[in-house]
């Protein structure tokens, strides 16, 4: 039947996708992977405005194959470095915070995985969020516990930071596991503030807003689709279709 020749296809093209990217994040060694800026963010020195952005990028290691890493960065008017606010797993593990607040360069490549932008304001109205996007990852509820898998996690941060801030409409990808674990609720604005979602623990749920589309969340792992951006969200490949980056 053609229905199950589809999701045959589906299922191989993910497999190809899990191996292709399997071979690329595993490869080297992370304490040498390039930590390297790409250029992505406004000078400081040359850009006086307000910046806001949001990046991700894939995950080191096997973990890359599955998901990515995100993080928050920030610069007031006039200033002459970025603020970097991340959630970081190893820290919990040495009986740190979760939360890294930093002015690490925020377009640095993760471990050798380019960052891709996936939010960015700038000037006053990038200026007028500062302040709340500090607060709101500051407040962040899970600063002393980190899972890989469903969450808390470094998107169950970006997640928690977008929805205090919805003026970011942040769309996390679907391969962001962790953005749908909630912090004490099973229902919720989606992080992009469009919409509403509900998960069970970031395992079981379903979501819908403007920015985001339709997703399905099954055990972590999002199938969706994005008639805005004219996309599919798939696990491990992301997003694929005219509006996938």
Same mark, same amino acid.
């Given at each position: ?127 007028? #969020?500062?302040?709340? *996007? $500090?607060?709101?990852?500051? !407040? ?6 980190? &899972? /890989?898998?469903? +969450? ?68 972590? #792992?999002?199938?969706? *689709? $994005?008639?805005?951006?004219? !996309? ?6 992301? &997003? /694929?279709?005219? +509006?996938?980056?």
């Amino acid at each position: 039947m053609l229905w199950k020749r589809r999701y045959k296809f589906i299922f191989l093209a993910l497999a190809v996708v899990g191996f292709a990217i399997t071979r690329s994040v595993m490869a080297g060694d992370w304490r040498t992977a390039s930590r390297e800026p790409t250029g992505a963010a406004p000078d400081p020195a040359q850009v006086k405005e307000a910046v806001v952005q949001v990046y991700a990028a894939r995950a080191w290691g096997w973990r890359g194959a599955f998901g990515v890493h995100s993080w928050i960065a920030v610069k007031p008017e006039d200033a002459v470095e970025y603020t970097v606010y991340e959630v970081i797993g190893w820290r919990v593990l040495h009986g740190n915070t979760a939360l890294n607040v930093s002015n690490r360069s925020p377009d640095s490549r993760w471990f050798g995985s380019e960052p891709e932008i996936i939010s960015e304001l700038r000037g006053k109205k990038a200026g007028a #969020l500062i302040s709340r *996007i $500090d607060a709101a990852a500051r !407040a962040y509820p899970y600063n002393d516990t980190y &899972r /890989i898998w469903p +969450g808390p996690n470094s998107n169950t941060f970006t997640a928690f930071v977008a929805r205090a801030v919805p003026e970011l409409k942040v769309d996390l990808p679907p391969t962001a596991i962790g953005k749908d674990f909630l912090s004490g609720t099973f229902f919720a604005p989606t992080p992009s503030g469009t919409g509403y979602q509900v998960s069970i623990f970031g395992l079981f749920g379903v979501l819908a807003g403007v920015e985001e589309g339709f997703e399905v969340n099954i055990l972590g #792992l999002t199938f969706g *689709i $994005d008639p805005k951006g004219l !996309a599919l969200k798939l696990p491990l490949a992301g &997003r /694929i279709g005219f +509006g996938a980056s």
